[in-house]
């Protein structure tokens, strides 16, 4: 490409567009001249391998979307490759290492939860029995306190007084 | 220079050769007329004239009135011949050669040398080291301290005596063949199903994986964690979160790495029925009490905290506390600890901040949006080129690669995740950084690589995304194409640093001519683990590669599966294991 001299630009759109091809030229050789130096160094990735597994990848969807291929089928009611069957639901029963009962293999999460005192609806059901003995403590203080009595609950009671 | 010198010497024979690597070696006589010319050092006048850009591209220092001896142009194309420094543009260089007979000039603007007569750019050993020393000697890159470098000791195979044959025999009894199936010696070994104990295939999946991970499984099978030595050294010691035992003696002793290596024992011994991991899944309640609940949780999650948990009881054992990321502390992090290494770089005067910190795994994150991603990828890297006076075109190489061989199929890959990982990435003019150089705030780019890659690489995939707005998080269920083998090399802190200084040919860093790296950064994947579903209701499987073939363990079920299967499946987190081992030197002395 010549390079003309600058006496030779006359309009602005002739300079803008010098300017622009200059920019574009050099961005250009920038880039070709990294390229040079990886491949001239052999510093380049390989890329035969990985358009050689973005190939099988593209092959193995191909083949999986086609109907007769099995694909992940829902293995819980099949054969495993030792040639067992298993329940939906883990059948072995053991102890639990916390409180020592028989547990069903299935179910032994949800057991060891409220076995811990671990979870959402373990700590629920605490909460729910503190708070009803709480209660119970209350109506018997008021029943106790409107008979007007100053001992407060252990001695004689109208017999509705209740173990807290 | 002189520091650098003793890097160059043994080198330039290597360079000079005509068996190196350098195709046009034989093709550039002009460059080795001129070398003999100038003698030893011959580009260490060029030396003080080149100018290290601050985000790492060498330049040829110049006056601002530079321009063309023959047509009055200016740069950036220029060249200044070596041998009389006469500066040409490109149509004129090669009439000054003919004149002078002066061959190699070098670029101004990217010094890079050219040789008139071929016409091509050429490539020089010395002069790359002169830009390295002009480059070095303003930011010198230190590594850790406390990442020595073991020395490397040659594999010696063993076989054992006739006393240690005695010992084995009296001691041992041979694991029996398996009693099901046709042929039970094409079972591979440590294949056995894992009951769901109630919503517990995130814990299933990862075991499995592990119970795979070839140095975590060979260091448990070689009894290396013993539990009746665990178990007498830890009578006294009370755990970390032991809120349920108090005086109950059973619940003294907490110790995953026991607890794993009673699953390994039932997996490895023969029997193939699915085994319940019950006491395993107690233990590791009592170890992560916020994640104890019967509801699902995140096997990633799940992944770290026994890792943890690992870590935890295997330190207290030891004195002295090991340095972060060497991996000498435990098992856990001996095999899956690596070090990461982030730069934030002044783009206006190039101080670059460097912290290193140990990682366990690397989280990727999906392209943003599938779509528009081969635009929105071009779109910032000429974005960077027009800002940057580096030009980063290096960023845009890689864009236009992984562009190029995901374009045609617009899929997300892990390579181009682990691209997207390690590019320079521009911060907001919200994040300004404090550059110690310039005293101000200033914008800045960040760039991660991986300092130190681990034994196993485990790559999780966030495909779990969080919208503030909505206040909700959905799963991205977007195909992912991981590859069977990876080569990590390119994220390599090295290769990263060597990029950024213009790919020359001498190491930033110490560690990079070491031959044996070229190979460890070759890794296997042998383990996936998928999910299915989405966020409340979902399920894990994990595949696992056996010698050369796949399994599919879904909970108890274990069924052989092609490779087209794991291929296509939906990956969350993938484990990839070097494929060559090296010994490192013993840091005790073994008697006999």
Known sequence: ?164 | MSSSDHKIRPNLPYINSQETQLPAESQKPHLLGLRSQLGPSPFRSLQDHICILPLGRASILRGVDIQCGSCGLRPPRLYACVSCAAVECGEHVRSHAEETSHHVAVDVDRAELFCCECGDQVYDGDFDAAVVSAAIGDRPVPPPENLKKRKRVDYKPWTPDLKEQALIAENTTPLPTSQLGSDPGSYPQGLRGLSNLGNTCFMNSVLQALLHTPPLRNYFVSDLHNKFYCERENKTIVTRKSELNKADSKNVQLCLACDFDAILSAAFLGDRMPYSPAKFLYSWWQHASDLASYQQQDAHEFFISILDGIHEKLQKDRYKPPSQGSGDCCIAHRVFSGILRSDVMCTSCGFTSTTYDPCIDISLDLEPNQVDSAKTSAKTSAKTSSKTSAKSSNSVKKDANSMNSAQNTSISTLVGCLDRFTRPERLGSDQKFFCQKCQVNQESLKQMSIKKLPMVSCFHIKRFEHSPIRKMSRKIDRYLQFPFSIDMAPYLSSSILKSRYGNRMFPFDEDEQDASSEISSQFELFAVITHSGNLDAGHYVTYLRLSNQWYKCDDAWITRVNDDIVRTAQGYMMFYVQKMLYYGESETAVAG
Not at chain 1, 108 to 136: D, I, V, W, Y
């Open chain 1, 1 to 164: 490409m010549s390079l003309p001299k600058v006496d030779d630009i006359h309009t602005n759109s002739e300079l803008i567009s010098e300017v622009f091809n200059q920019l574009l030229d050099s961005i250009i050789v920038d880039v070709a001249s990294e390229c040079h130096r990886i491949t001239k160094l052999g510093l380049d990735r390989n890329l035969d391998e990985e358009e050689e597994e973005l190939r099988l990848f593209a092959e193995a969807r191909a083949r999986s979307s086609d109907p007769s291929h099995s694909g992940e089928s829902n293995s819980k009611y099949v054969v495993d490759m030792f040639g067992q069957t298993h329940p939906p639901i883990a059948s072995e029963i053991f102890n639990c290492m916390n409180c020592g009962r028989s547990i069903m293999a299935g179910r032994f999460a949800p057991h060891l939860e409220k076995c811990m005192g671990k979870g959402r609806k373990a700590r629920q059901k605490s909460t729910r029995a503190a708070q009803n003995q709480n209660s119970k403590g209350s109506t018997v203080s008021n029943r106790l306190s409107n008979g007007g009595s100053a001992n407060a609950g252990h001695e004689y009671s109208n017999g509705t007084y209740e173990e807290a």
